[in-house]
């Protein structure tokens, strides 16, 4: 299965629009899917609106769980990567990221700023 890297600069405002979740690999034995190092993997909806008032849900699986990330939050998608995919007659387009973050609200910045000058 081949990458496509998504610019997420060109996704306009990403926003949480369904918590982070553990990834199910299996729905029978609600077995927890894992990468090769053990790692839980999580799922992450994230709204896209770019210009006008389409908005996308795309979820997007991300290795280890989202810290700070909570519905409704905008947030910075760090290293998207798309896969196109076919099993029988179903196909679609995967998304996964290396890291998926808050982003600071303006006071908090501030603060932060505010902190790292004293």
Known sequence: ????????????VLRCA????PKIADFESKEVKKDRDGNTIY????????EGRRVS???ISVTGEPKGVDEGQEVRV?????FAW???????ISFRAAAITPVPTAPAAAAQR???DA
């Open 1 to 12: 299965m081949q990458s496509i890297p998504v610019d997420t600069t060109r996704l306009g």
């Open 18 to 21: 369904v918590a982070p979740e």
């Open 43 to 50: 799922t992450v909806g994230v709204t896209v609106r770019q």
């Open 57 to 59: 849900v795309i979820e």
């Open 78 to 82: 760090t290293g998207l990567e798309a």
């Open 86 to 92: 076919a099993m029988g007659d179903r196909h679609g």
């Open 114 to 116: 505010k902190a790292g």
